[in-house]
T-cell receptor, first 112, second 115 residues
Framework: GNSVTQMEGPVTLSEEAFLTINCTYTATGYPSLFWYVQYPGEGLQLLLK?????DKGSNKGFEATYRKETTSFHLEKGSVQVSDSAVYFC???????????FGQGTRLTINP | GAGVSQSPRYKVTKRGQDVALRCDPI?????LYWYRQALGQGPEFLTY????????KSGLPNDRFSAERPEGSISTLTIQRTEQRDSAMYRC?????????????FGQGTRLTVV
């Protein structure tokens, strides 16, 4: 079956540090890949997505590239801010529906 | 409405009671999804609808769980004879279409505690 494995947290960084959160997936066919973010007290929000191999999703300074050869979709940001503190979820969908399969989430804390 | 609305936000119930969780999706969204999220885990798929038709209920854990969306808009997830293991965050999402690359918009969730 389809599954997503992401880097375990929590992750704590200083402001302006470089961020990488690893995500790998197992899926039949060609899934779409997503990163969702959950800020404190809020619901899940789509951060970025990629729908085919070698696509790069980007938003708010975050980037992730769909790597079919390594079945990965790692999230990166060059310079994190305190406001980026949140829980980040990698997810995939396949079979023509938004039946998302999520990783376990990575809690990120950025200290000033 | 402006976003996906779920009610109640918090529900505490006694073991053995039935509960009904409500989801009001974004107006015009065809697809509606229910997920369950245990503490420290990612959401897990329960079921989804296109319009009023339940397309997939493979994630419902057992026959105590059911969902409906009778008029293709508001949906209700019902848990009968609740057990402590049902305690979790229940999340609803909607999307404009049921394609795998369309964005799903999530509500804030209902935190269910069974005591």
């Amino acid at each position: 079956g389809n599954s997503v494995t992401q880097m375990e947290g929590p992750v704590t960084l200083s402001e302006e540090a470089f961020l990488t959160i690893n995500c790998t997936y197992t899926a039949t066919g060609y899934p779409s890949l997503f990163w969702y973010v959950q800020y404190p007290g809020e619901g899940l929000q789509l951060l970025l997505k990629a729908t085919k191999a070698d696509d790069k999703g980007s938003n708010k300074g975050f980037e992730a590239t769909y790597r079919k050869e390594t079945t990965s979709f790692h999230l990166e940001k060059g310079s994190v801010q305190v406001s980026d503190s949140a829980v980040y979820f990698c997810a995939l969908s396949a079979q023509g529906a938004q039946k998302l399969v999520f990783g376990q989430g990575t809690r990120l804390t950025i200290n000033p | 409405g402006a976003g996906v609305s779920q009610s109640p936000r918090y529900k505490v119930t006694k073991r053995g009671q039935d509960v009904a969780l409500r989801c009001d999706p974004i107006s015009g969204h065809v697809s509606l999804y229910w997920y369950r999220q245990a503490l420290g885990q990612g959401p897990e798929f329960l079921t989804y609808f296109n319009y009023e038709a339940q397309q997939d209920k493979s994630g419902l854990p057992n026959d105590r769980f059911s969902a409906e969306r009778p008029e293709g808009s508001i949906s209700t997830l019902t848990i009968q004879r609740t057990e402590q293991r049902d305690s979790a965050m229940y999340r609803c999402a909607s999307s404009l279409y049921g394609e795998d690359d369309t964005e799903a918009f999530f509500g804030q969730g209902t935190r269910l505690t069974v005591v």
